[in-house]
């Protein structure tokens, strides 16, 4: 018989750094590589650009509510003492992630910088393995049959 892990999740690199680097490498590579730009009108651009934007903070945020309101910390290797099944959670396992996925999307779009949209995809696969995994490992340990259940009727990003 295992014991729960009381510590959290193991992971150890904060995933929104990961994000924040794939928008850093889409800067340098549109300045020093070679500029990728949609050639679109820019209000079309600007406007897709901020709706996506727009719904991976929603998506984001709302899940960010849900924590704050059940005493939770969104930070992965702290103690998670409950699941929480509603609001985003009943479509996606990892609505933080998927929208900081979205945002930095939309950011690149909404910059004219496809370099930034293209390093979302990379940078989730990376929080994927350092962060995601580790913590279905975790909830599973901790929770049992209510987890699996839930990994069962939940898909892990859409």
Same mark, same amino acid.
């Given at each position: 018989?295992?014991?729960?892990?009381?510590?959290?999740?193991?992971?150890?690199?904060?995933?929104?750094?990961?994000?924040?680097?794939?928008?850093?490498?889409?800067?340098?590579?549109?300045?020093?590589?070679?500029?990728?730009?949609?050639?679109?009108?820019?209000?079309?651009?600007? $406007?897709?650009?901020?709706?996506?934007?727009?719904? +991976? @903070? %929603? #998506?984001?945020?709302?899940?960010?509510? &849900? *924590?704050?309101?059940?005493?939770?910390?969104?930070?992965?290797?702290?103690?998670?003492?409950?699941?929480?099944?509603?609001?985003?959670?009943?479509?996606?396992?990892?609505?933080?992630?998927? $929208?900081?996925?979205?945002?930095?999307?939309?950011? +690149? @779009? %909404? #910059?004219?910088?496809?370099?930034?949209? &293209? *390093?979302?995809?990379?940078?989730?696969?990376?929080?994927?393995?350092?962060?995601?995994?580790?913590?279905?490992?975790?909830?599973?340990?901790?929770?049992?049959?209510?987890?699996?259940?839930?990994?069962?009727?939940?898909?892990?990003?859409?």
């Amino acid at each position: 018989m295992t014991v729960p892990n009381k510590d959290g999740a193991k992971v150890r690199f904060p995933p929104p750094l990961v994000f924040l680097g794939a928008i850093v490498l889409g800067v340098i590579f549109q300045r020093m590589v070679v500029p990728l730009s949609l050639v679109l009108s820019s209000g079309l651009r600007i $406007g897709a650009g901020v709706l996506i934007l727009a719904c +991976g @903070l %929603a #998506l984001g945020a709302s899940a960010r509510i &849900l *924590f704050t309101r059940t005493g939770q910390s969104p930070i992965p290797w702290k103690p998670t003492p409950e699941l929480i099944l509603q609001g985003p959670y009943r479509f996606t396992r990892n609505p933080m992630y998927l $929208g900081i996925t979205l945002v930095v999307i939309g950011l +690149g @779009l %909404a #910059l004219n910088n496809l370099w930034i949209s &293209l *390093f979302a995809a990379p940078a989730l696969l990376v929080v994927h393995f350092i962060a995601v995994l580790p913590e279905e490992r975790y909830l599973a340990e901790k929770f049992g049959d209510s987890y699996r259940s839930f990994l069962a009727q939940v898909r892990r990003y859409l």
